[in-house]
């Protein structure tokens, strides 16, 4: 055989058996510790409490009784339809109204600039989880306000307009109608 050839298939040889040694696996860059985790979750249990305290003083000022939801939300009908029995479930689509209001009485946005909306009730995008379970609880022609935590709104990120980062809010809803898919 050729020197050459040799000294090629020695390299090549040399290269297989280096290639099949065990790797040891690499330590992440950078990691979230727990005591990190535990310290957001504080955080977020303070302003989740401080959120729902204001909203419960709110509410306490106002001669009309509301009800807090599974959700957290704490909700009250302006305007009930007496004979529809349907309300919209998920993957349903919806044509609703709605306003956003500060805590503060400022509008965010005025009922003319969002609605009327269709949305259908699976879709996470364009709808804010909120407002997906409010509407599950209304009938057709219903009218009702919500006072909606920033978690069950808008969140962390707002709407990266003109809602900041954890505002909870108001909201007047009037379901106009379901279309049942």
């Known amino acids: 055989m050729r020197p050459l050839f040799k000294v090629t298939l020695l390299l090549l040889l040399l290269v297989v058996i280096s290639g099949c040694k065990n790797l040891k696996p690499r330590k992440p860059v950078s990691s979230a510790s727990s005591s990190y985790n535990e310290l957001s979750i ?5 302003l989740y409490a401080a ?3 204001t909203i419960e003083e709110i509410i ?32 349903d689509r919806v044509t609703f109204a709605y306003n956003v209001i500060a805590l503060n009485g400022d509008t965010i946005y005025r009922q003319e600039e969002l609605s009327p909306i269709t949305k259908s009730l699976e879709q996470e995008y364009g709808v804010f989880k909120g407002m997906r379970e409010a509407l599950k609880l ?29 505002v909870p809010f108001k909201s007047d809803v009037t379901l106009i109608g379901i279309n049942k898919e």
Not at 42 to 46: M, R, S, Y
Not at 64 to 69: G, L, Q, V, Y
Not at 138 to 158: I, K, L, N, R, W
């Open 138 to 166: 209304m009938h057709e022609g219903d009218q009702a306000t919500f006072y909606f935590p920033s978690y069950m709104g808008y969140g962390y990120y707002g709407d990266e307009n003109r809602i900041g980062t954890n």
């Open 60 to 91: 306490a000022n106002l001669d009309r009784k509301f009800t807090r939801s599974s959700n957290g939300f704490y909700y009250h009908f302006n305007k009930k339809d007496s004979t529809s029995s349907v309300t919209p479930k998920f993957g």
């Open 51 to 53: 959120e729902e305290a």
């Open 42 to 46: 504080e955080k977020n249990k303070k």
